[in-house]
């Protein structure tokens, strides 16, 4: 199973981003997400034996415990890779409750003996792959969406038919009471 840990995004925010990526379509070639896949990789797993499955489950239970939900707010456009073909991403403002989060997440799976992709956390939502970068529009983009995040989701992704699918496997909840 190839597996990764998102944090579900308010319907504020997912409208927002998929205006924007219908505003940025006729500018930017490439390969858009669908609105309903947007979401913020905590920690990327990869391919994981299903036996593993109620470990990494009661990881992130764990970590989620100690966290209340929080507000995000969207940032500006950015891209990793090459800018002829990128991936175009959605950065977020007000990152710290996110970090944390993330931060303990990435312990809770190294403690449990669990590999996940290990680059440093850059809280974003991916809006499209194999893009050709138009720097003009990429400046004139800020947003303005907030909300909050309380539910952090286990994902299976997977290619059904060639569309890329995540199928949700377990969500949790976030503590309204946790205290750090």
Not at 9 to 36: C, N, Q, W, Y
Not at 85 to 96: C, D, F, H, I, N
Request: aromatic content about 8%.
């Amino acid at each position: 199973m190839r597996l990764f840990i998102a944090a579900e995004l308010p319907s504020s925010i997912k409208e927002e981003l998929s205006s924007t990526s219908e505003e940025l379509r006729p500018h930017m070639k490439g390969r858009f997400v669908a609105p309903d896949l947007y979401h913020v990789t905590l920690a990327f797993i990869g391919e994981k034996d299903e036996k593993l499955f109620p470990r990494i489950c009661e990881t992130v239970k764990d970590a989620c415990a100690k966290h209340e939900p929080f507000e995000v707010a969207l940032g500006g456009l950015g891209f990793f890779g090459k800018r002829d073909s990128a991936t175009l991403w959605y950065g977020l403002r007000e990152t710290s409750q996110i970090e944390m989060l993330a931060k303990d997440i990435h312990t809770g799976l190294a403690k449990n003996g669990i590999t996940f992709d290990e680059k440093p956390f850059h809280p974003h939502v991916t809006l499209a792959r194999k893009v050709s970068i138009n720097d003009t529009i990429l400046a004139e983009c800020r947003g303005c969406s907030s909300g909050p995040v309380d539910t952090v989701t286990l994902y299976r992704s997977v290619t059904i038919d060639g569309i890329l699918s995540y199928l949700p496997l377990a969500q949790i909840a976030l503590n309204p009471v946790a205290r750090r």
